[in-house]
């Protein structure tokens, strides 16, 4: 059986798992991805990594076509997604208005979840929001850094410290059982990013990748979207 291989930011793992069925269904490919997070994704197909789709933030996705790595001609954006704040299911959510209030409650965690600081849209942002803050270092020890949000917010689901938090974008808290959205990070440090996907230009299946981004950015599947936690783009 012939599968399409996707190289994705961790934003639409959830979005592409609820897509899968219906994917196949229409192609008769099953899809084989690989997670993680963007810069990384990014990297793998700058150094061979065979694929036939990217899902990368739009700016990484313009700089693959600039580079003939991807086909402009086929990019397609599929969202916004917000970076925001998780706790675990059972807990109550945090009363997060400013940045003042957000400040507050992270110098309370006893345990930050996020994903890589280097190579995550969300990790660089959260790193760089905790400089706003001014509270970089005295949270540094809390700091549990993971290879993507998923990741991060699987061990937070699990996490047995007193008052756990995460930070990742929204659409890896909907699709991680264990954990709730707590909503987006306040005005002042909010962060929407758009994600994009274009085929690879040495794909092996470049008619059943174009069946697959049209599905993904369909009028069809924009209340999947939505619940998916992507946002309109217009």
Request: some cysteine.
């Amino acid at each position: 059986m012939s599968s399409l291989i996707i190289l994705s930011g961790g934003a639409a793992q959830g979005l592409i798992t609820r897509l899968a069925a219906k994917s196949k269904e229409q192609t008769g490919f099953d899809i084989v991805a690989e997670f993680g997070a963007v810069g990384t994704m990014a990297e793998k197909l700058r150094t061979g990594t065979r694929a036939d789709i990217v899902i990368l933030t739009s700016a990484l996705v313009n700089d693959l076509a600039r580079k003939n790595l991807v086909v402009a001609t086929t990019m397609a954006d599929v969202g916004q997604v917000e970076t925001a704040l998780a706790v675990r299911a059972a807990d109550p959510p945090l009363r997060v208005h400013d940045e003042a209030s957000l400040r507050e409650a992270l110098l309370d965690a006893d345990a930050i979840f996020v994903p890589d600081t280097k190579a995550s849209t969300a990790g660089i942002h959260v790193a760089k929001v905790l400089q706003q803050l001014g509270i970089a270092e005295a949270v540094v020890d809390r700091l549990k850094i993971h290879p993507n949000g998923v990741a991060a917010m699987q061990q937070l689901a699990s996490s047995d410290c007193m008052r756990p938090v995460g930070c990742t974008q929204s659409t890896e808290i909907i699709s991680t059982r264990g954990v709730r959205l707590s909503g987006p990070l306040p005005t002042g440090c909010e962060l929407s990013t758009l994600y994009t996907t274009a085929i690879v230009t040495d794909a092996a299946h470049a008619a059943q990748a174009q069946a697959l981004i049209d599905l993904l950015t369909s009028n069809e599947q924009r209340q999947l979207r939505m619940d998916a936690g992507f946002l309109e783009w217009i």
